[in-house]
């Protein structure tokens, strides 16, 4: 069982930037996967980046919108993953949602509200 908890959504405006956590606990961090997802108002779900397990090479993979302006890690020792958003835009807006991922193995946190406006 693992549980997640995001931090750091908020207001920011357009050309700004955040960074996000993910603070997981209650199993062994290092072998997950680890993703961010957002959800808009109105919209499905989607993928804004995911990194692999240490043991798989920690690598990182980004929606095409996302490239050259998201950035997504991971700190092993605090158990914990981040999101740097900069550049946002106002469509960036959504609810972002940490996951982590073991095999069929899938545990989403709670969510953090990210709104993008003037």
């Known amino acids: 069982q693992v549980q997640l908890v995001e931090s750091g959504g908020g207001l920011v405006q357009p050309g700004g930037s955040l960074r996000l956590s993910c603070a997981a606990s209650?199993?062994?961090?290092?072998?997950?996967?680890m993703g961010w997802y957002r959800q808009a108002p109105g919209k499905q779900r989607e993928l804004v980046a995911t990194i692999t397990s240490i043991t798989s090479g920690g690598s990182a993979n980004y929606a095409d919108s996302m490239k050259g302006r998201f950035t997504i890690s991971r700190d092993n020792a605090k158990n914990t993953v981040y999101l740097q958003m900069n550049s946002l835009k106002p469509e960036d807006t959504a609810v972002y949602y940490c996951n982590a991922a073991y095999g069929r193995v899938i545990y989403w946190g709670q969510g953090t509200q990210v709104t993008v406006s003037s």
């Open positions: 209650g199993s062994i961090f290092s072998i997950y996967a």
